[in-house]
């Protein structure tokens, strides 16, 4: 079993900054890719980055691609997302996903496991 637990939801104003961080337990070796999604009230979950298992590769949204950065300390188990110039847009409930094999889709069916999610709410 792998566990996996977000933190550094809060509320910020727009413009502002915040850090997520997605800690992993028990199974870890069974993951390779992690990414972060979030999930509007009403909309479905969408994929926000992705990070490969050497953190070598990298992929964004066009919508926070320049604003937020993916990143991984292996050693930690820990995956972070650093997200600048937050948008009211960016408001919603953001879950840390993790998959076996090393691609990076977008497609949240595509990973199988998946934290409870933080939530991130930004004022205008």
């Known amino acids: 079993q792998v566990q996996l637990v977000e933190s550094g939801g809060e509320s910020v104003q727009a413009g502002g900054s915040l850090s997520l961080a997605c800690a992993a337990s028990g199974r870890t070796l069974s993951i390779t890719v992690m990414g972060w999604f979030r999930q509007a009230p009403g909309k479905e979950r969408e994929f926000v980055a992705g990070i490969s298992w050497s953190g070598r590769a990298t992929y964004y949204a066009d919508s926070v691609k320049g604003r937020f950065t993916i990143s991984r300390d292996n050693a930690k188990n820990t995956m972070y997302l650093q997200m600048n110039s937050l948008k009211p847009e960016d408001t919603a409930v953001y879950y840390c996903?993790?998959?076996?094999?090393?691609?990076?889709?977008?497609?949240?069916?595509?990973?199988?496991?998946w934290g409870q999610g933080t939530q991130v709410t930004v004022s205008s």
């Open positions: 996903a993790g998959r076996r094999t090393n691609t990076i889709p977008p497609d949240p069916n595509e990973y199988g496991y």
